[in-house]
């Protein structure tokens, strides 16, 4: 599979990358977080000249949900959502209070739920989950691009 490299100046007037984090405070739903995503993408082409493919905000739009309902639904108290652009990837990193290091399931078009994680991995690069002092984080990895035919 071979990658397009579009120019993408994700980078605001000072050179910082372009990212933005919210808490569940701001956002405290699963379709509050998914439109704050999404405001953040368009601002990111509109803003800072980013080019990202629209299949990029689909894409976001289902990871974020995913992520954010495990949180809601799993960890007590409040979670954390980090968006951010590289030159060639979207990296969305939820916080949450919860210990357990989850795992996906084995694919089972059978079983009732418990799909989240397993969907973020099939449609993410990667996806990386780690423990952190006070839960865990989860990090997944979008392309902006998609893969040339």
């Not at 990871?63 to 954390?80: D, F, I, R």
């Not at 990296?91 to 009732?112: E, G, M, Q, Y």
Request: glycine content about 4%; some cysteine.
């Amino acid at each position: 599979m071979v990658e397009r490299m579009k120019a993408c100046h994700c980078r605001d007037e000072q050179g910082t990358p372009v990212a933005r984090a919210f808490s569940s405070q701001e956002h405290s739903t699963p379709g509050a977080a998914r439109r704050a995503a999404t405001r953040f993408l368009d601002h990111a082409r509109s803003e800072h000249g980013c080019e990202i493919d629209r299949s990029t905000d689909e894409l976001c739009e289902l990871t974020v949900s995913e992520l954010v309902t495990n949180a809601a639904k799993y960890a007590p108290g409040p979670y954390l959502i980090e968006l951010a652009l590289t030159s060639v990837e979207l990296r969305i990193t939820v916080w949450d209070s919860n210990t357990h290091l989850p795992k996906a399931s084995s694919p089972d078009p059978a079983r009732t739920g418990q799909h989240g994680l397993e969907i973020v991995e099939a449609v993410s690069r990667h996806v990386e989950v780690c423990p952190d002092p006070v839960g865990k984080r989860i990090t997944a990895a979008l392309p902006l691009h998609a893969p040339d035919d």
